[in-house]
Structure formats: structure tokens, C-alpha cells
């Protein structure tokens, strides 16, 4: 119930593509959507979040989908470029009154070719 | 933008020392929270830090682990005894309620 399922492990894409990330939750409590961006030896910083009352949301090249019912959630990366390589972990954060701790993915490891 | 500060950024220990890793979270921030990732794992939580005390803690988050806020900025983990398997990187982040802040984490080498 606590667990975010994140897929796939790995992705190699070429520049300018589309990357695309996926998660799946059991939770419905779960109120807050975050990805992360991490590379080697960083900490997590954040990219993008979505709220379960919106079904999308899109920054710059990032969009997050979001279906509700399925209890699935997406980043989709267009144009990807090299800088985009590192690591990427969805989450959810589980609202509980005093707590509003995040539980993560297993994380992607995304590498853009040039 | 305001950032979590971590020190040190590694720390080699000799099993069974104790160590004490530090954060400076975000002034306004109102939660606080320790994650640890081991090498090429997920990040998993520790324990959150609301209103002066601990609001919740993981499994993970046994006696040999304590956090104190001693001074209203500052926000420590202590490992009383290390273990090999306590070797990962450690994370703190701080939230006001919405967001989080992480920290760039201190390298924790247990040897």
C-alpha cells in the first residue's frame, strides 16, 4: 500500500526524443505527485509535482500525466537532450496530519544519446 | 533560492563510532526529514521532524538512530554505532508544507 512502482529501470533515448517515465500507486491517500531529478552525487532536486485533482501539468519540456482511476502518473521529457541524463524518481507523499513524508520509486536512469 | 545545507559531504568511520551528520534547513520551513539512499537504491525515508519532535519514523529508524534540533536552525542525525550496512548516502530535507528541499547529502563510509 506504501509503495510507488516506477518503470522501466532504464532508458536510453536519442537526442530529441521523447523519454518517458512511468509510476503506479496503491495508495489512495496519496495527495502530491513529485519527480526528482538526481545526478551522480546530489541530492534529489525537484522537477515537477502535480496534485490528483489535475490531470496534467507541463514545465517547460516536462509534462506530468496523471490518471486518477488507474492510479498511474507519467514525465514525459520532450526534446531530450544530454543534459538530461541522470536519474529520475517519481513519489508520492501520503498525507498524514503531522508527517507528509515522500515514499519514492525504485528511480529511472535516463541517458540521452547524442 | 534558499537551500538545505549538508555537512560534512563524506564521512569515513570505523564501525561501531558514532557520528553526527548535520543539516541547516530552509529558515521557514515547518517539517524536516532525514532519507538515506544506499548506492545505486531508492531513496527511503528515516524519520520526519514536525513541531519540536519526531511526527513519524520508519523501520529503518531504530534506538541507534536519534535527531535532535538543538539551536532552531540546526538539525542533526546521530548514528550511535555505525554498522557496514549503514554506509549510504544521508539526505536531509526540509518542506513548509507543500514541496520539499533536499539537501546534497553527506556520504556516509562505514569501514
Known amino acids: 500500500q506504501q509503495q510507488v512502482k516506477q518503470s522501466p529501470q532504464s532508458l536510453i533515448v536519442q537526442k530529441g526524443g521523447i523519454s518517458i517515465i512511468n509510476c503506479a500507486y496503491e495508495?489512495?491517500?496519496?495527495?502530491?505527485f513529485p519527480w526528482y531529478q538526481q545526478f551522480p552525487g546530489k541530492g534529489p532536486a525537484l522537477l515537477i509535482a502535480i496534485r490528483p485533482d489535475v490531470s496534467e501539468k507541463k514545465e517547460g519540456r516536462f509534462t506530468i500525466s496523471f490518471n486518477k482511476s488507474a492510479k498511474q502518473f507519467s514525465l514525459h521529457i520532450m526534446d531530450s537532450q544530454p543534459g538530461d541524463s541522470a536519474t529520475y524518481f517519481c513519489a508520492a507523499r501520503g498525507y498524514g496530519g503531522a508527517t507528509n513524508k515522500l515514499i519514492f520509486g525504485t528511480g529511472t536512469l535516463l541517458a540521452v544519446q547524442p | 533560492e534558499p537551500e538545505v545545507t549538508q555537512t560534512p559531504s563524506h564521512q569515513v568511520t570505523q564501525m561501531g563510532q558514532e557520528v553526527i551528520l548535520r543539516c541547516v534547513p530552509i529558515s521557514n520551513h515547518l517539517y524536516f526529514y532525514w532519507y538515506r539512499q544506499i548506492l545505486g537504491q531508492k531513496v527511503e525515508f528515516l524519520v520526519s521532524f514536525y513541531n519540536n519532535e519526531i511526527s513519524e519514523k520508519s523501520e529503518i529508524f531504530d534506538d541507534q538512530f536519534s535527531v535532535e534540533r538543538p539551536d532552531g536552525s540546526n538539525f542533526t542525525l546521530k548514528i550511535r554505532s555505525t554498522k557496514l550496512e549503514d554506509s549510504a548516502m544521508y539526505f536531509c530535507a526540509s518542506s513548509p508544507a507543500w514541496g520539499y528541499t533536499f539537501g546534497s547529502g553527506t556520504r556516509l563510509t562505514v569501514v
Open positions: 495508495n489512495t491517500a496519496f495527495d502530491y
